[in-house]
């Protein structure tokens, strides 16, 4: 699990897609190619079949187009700070690449926050590595190492700088659930809406919106996890948690009330989890008529 819960806490997001520019230099294509001819050179060179026709592309051929973040504050008098940021600040407009990393760097170098990420350690922290590279932007706070201990090692596998609640909960493996599974078993809100996003279409298509507003419902349900994580390891009582979730819901509550109205869709996929009075009186009164069959039918083995 991990050791401790910090004043500052940043639970992130990131959302990513092909990178045109990258495949166009890294294969040589023709500029003259447009954007979806260069998405099918690169799925092919990644092994698309037809079961698998957008397998994963390597990080440094994918540019960041979002990063969304839940970020609690515990200031001197104890209490605490709850807010949702997003990159880019307006939803329907494009950020430079290497502004949108370099800022979001910039902030942890800066303030240090623990930062929680779900496959975070593999896949988001190299993503903004290796896209910042190829941005040539600097990050010199973010990459400074401790000289003494982790402290604040963001590059540490041993410290409580960086946690990857994907890593931390589940480890690999085919049985490793994905944010979204883990999330909505747990009665949080994983996916949003009827069916999977996939975030290169809405890139396609030219939806940023949608792809922002993804990123921000994963950052939710990342810090929600966290939040439960911090619970199960003994960082919160029963009470605390329940004041801690209730944080979240008056955060969104707000959001929506500035005009933010996508969010009423992950308010309501969270409310729609959470058990109704009836359901639990039902449960309590319906006894063995509410097992299956198969389980009713059997004798009670005897504890003695």
Known sequence: MFKSVGRQVCAFDLEWVPDPASGRRVYG????????????????????????????LKTALCRVVAVSAVVREQQPDG?????????????????DEGELISTFLGYLGQHHPQLVGFNSQTADLPVLLQRGLVAGISAADFCRRADKGWGNDYFSRHSDAHIDLKSALSGWGIATPSLHELAAAMGIPGQVGPEPHDVVDWW?????????????????????????AARFAGFFSEEQHQAETARVQTLLVERIAQGDRHLTQYLNRWASFQPQPSDAVGSSLAGPAAMPERLQQRSPVPLG
């Open 29 to 56: 294509l023709a500029a003259t190619l447009s954007e979806a001819e260069v998405f099918d050179v690169m799925w092919a060179k990644a092994g698309a079949t037809a079961d698998k026709p957008r397998p994963h």
């Open 79 to 95: 209490n605490i700070h709850l807010r949702l940021t997003t990159l880019p600040r307006q939803l329907d407009q494009l950020m």
């Open 204 to 228: 396609v298509e030219g939806n940023l919106e949608s792809i922002v507003a993804q990123s921000q419902y994963d950052a939710l349900s990342t810090y929600l996890v966290w939040l439960r």
